[in-house]
């Protein structure tokens, strides 16, 4: 190898290693970074990214704390709650927070008491063998506040305003008995809800997660392993394993999550399915059907509704297209419920309304009259 190419390579790993320990920091925040080669001083001239402007960091930073530094001016009465909750919560947690059809109870049949209230402790919870619903198990209101606006709702995630997180939060706490129906949740006055939170003593803070003097251990460990480094014992093996005539048991998993966040489904179909399934794709790309799937993607509505006819929260299209198959004269009526939302067709679960236009959901009614043909 030539003297040249030698320098170059080892120019290209001490600039490697600058990136690894910490010129990425410094190229972020807008600094111009020298990297030292033996022999040699060689200085960066182009300078990449740039300091964060404060809107950008306050878009980000949306996290509520539990001394609720983050937590803006806001509020939400009961009866606001209610009625957000009706529309975008019931679909899935029930009408009274007390759904197990789709995720557990929120709130359930639990009544918080006053001994719950003054204790700052759950009696009940002492009970292992006793479900507990998530009411029951909080022990920050921010928490509540910080998942609500994050994650909620299930198909909109992050779309709800301060004012209206206030509002349901107020109405869950209401149905827990922690607050009076005519209550009205604000910024000045969550510190006194959570003061009555009923398992606000249920936390523990005495361990090495929580930093600082004021609460935790000042950062002990909890565990004193050391990382193995010779004679280690064998990797572990995992055997638990979805069984293969198990994996399509409730149709493909990565069919049925949200296209966002850490879980975004598993390919539980076999390779015979996927296969012919990317088969009929590609036969079916040009058809009337595959538009009207991708805009039932692009729309969410397969987190509820399956485009087979096994159930999910909601019927499969295929189901809903056994039902009105042929029945031109349903269209319209199919059009307004998916605008609109509706219950009692297909269960106590009702249907939220949907962000669409009416073209589109006029589109999604044809298609499942003409019988949902994919």
């Known amino acids: 190898m030539s003297n040249s190419k030698i320098r170059k390579a080892a120019l290209a790993v001490v600039l490697g290693g600058a990136f690894a320990c910490g010129a990425t920091a410094a190229f972020a925040a807008g600094v111009p970074v020298n990297a030292r080669v ?38 939400g009465s009961v009866a606001q709650g209610t009625k957000l909750w009706e529309a975008k919560c019931a679909s899935c947690h029930g009408d009274f927070a007390d759904s197990n ?24 919870l002492a009970d292992i063998n006793d479900g507990a619903t998530t009411i029951e198990k909080l022990s920050t209101v921010s ?41 009205v949740l604000t910024r000045d006055n969550v510190q006194q809800v959570q003061d009555m939170l009923p398992n606000r003593n249920g936390m523990i803070w005495n361990h090495g997660m929580w930093p600082g003097k004021e609460i935790g251990n000042g950062g002990i460990p909890d565990t004193h392993n050391t990382d193995c480094m010779k004679n280690c014992a064998p990797a572990p093996k995992i055997t638990s394993f979805i069984p293969e005539f198990a994996l399509n048991n409730n149709g493909n998993l990565a069919d049925q999550y949200r296209q966002w966040g850490p879980i975004r489904g598993m390919e539980t179909e076999s390779k015979e399915e996927q296969e012919k399934k990317a088969k009929e794709k590609a036969a079916a ?69 949907q962000s669409i236009s009416e073209a589109d959901a006029k589109m999604i009614a044809q298609w499942i009259v003409d019988g949902a043909k994919q």
């Open 285 to 353: 790309a040009n058809s009337p059907g595959a538009k009207v799937v991708a805009l039932l993607k692009e729309k969410g509505c397969i987190a509820c509704h399956s485009l087979g006819d096994n159930k999910l929260v909601g019927p499969g299209y295929k189901e809903v297209a056994a039902k009105y198959g042929g029945k031109k004269d349903m269209v319209a009526e199919l059009t307004t419920r998916i605008i609109k939302g509706g219950s009692g067709v297909w269960g106590s679960i009702p249907m939220p309304p």
């Open 101 to 124: 059809a789709v995720f557990p109870p929120i709130v359930g049949a639990y009544q918080a008491t006053k001994q719950d209230i003054k204790t700052g402790r759950v009696a009940k």
């Open 38 to 75: 033996p022999g040699k001083d060689v200085k960066l001239d182009a300078t990449l990214g740039r300091a964060a402007t404060p809107d950008e960091i306050k878009a980000w930073n949306i996290d509520v704390r539990p001394d609720f530094q983050g937590l803006p001016p806001g509020q």
């Open 143 to 183: 928490t509540l506040f910080d998942y609500i606006h994050r994650a909620m709702p299930w198909n909109m995630p992050d779309s709800l305003t301060w004012d209206e997180t206030y509002a349901l939060v107020a109405y869950l706490l209401n149905l827990a008995n922690v607050v009076p129906s005519n209550f």
